[in-house]
């Protein structure tokens, strides 16, 4: 499975850390969350960490759709 791609995060001078998926806001986290995402950013892959805490990570059933006659070209 090919990693998530085009997100990026921002830490404010407050403390809240602001995710980006392709230079738009996708989630902004506060306080004890913002601290846990910190974290778990060092910890593991940071594409992947970014997607799975703004929701838009792979649910499954990409490569079921993929080998669907219809989105084949």
């Keep these: 499975m090919s ?3 085009g997100f990026s995060h921002r830490e404010r001078g407050d403390g809240t850390v602001v995710i980006l998926h392709r230079g738009r806001a996708a989630a902004t986290l506060r306080g004890a ?3 846990k995402f ?3 950013l060092d910890a593991g892959d940071p594409q992947l ?3 799975r ?3 838009a ?3 499954g059933n990409e490569r079921t759709a993929r080998n669907h006659p219809r989105n084949q070209r």
């Design 49 to 51: 960490v970014m997607a």
């Design 38 to 40: 910190l974290a778990e």
């Design 57 to 59: 990570y792979k649910f």
């Design 53 to 55: 805490w703004t929701g």
């Design 33 to 35: 969350r913002a601290a």
């Design 3 to 5: 990693a998530a791609s």
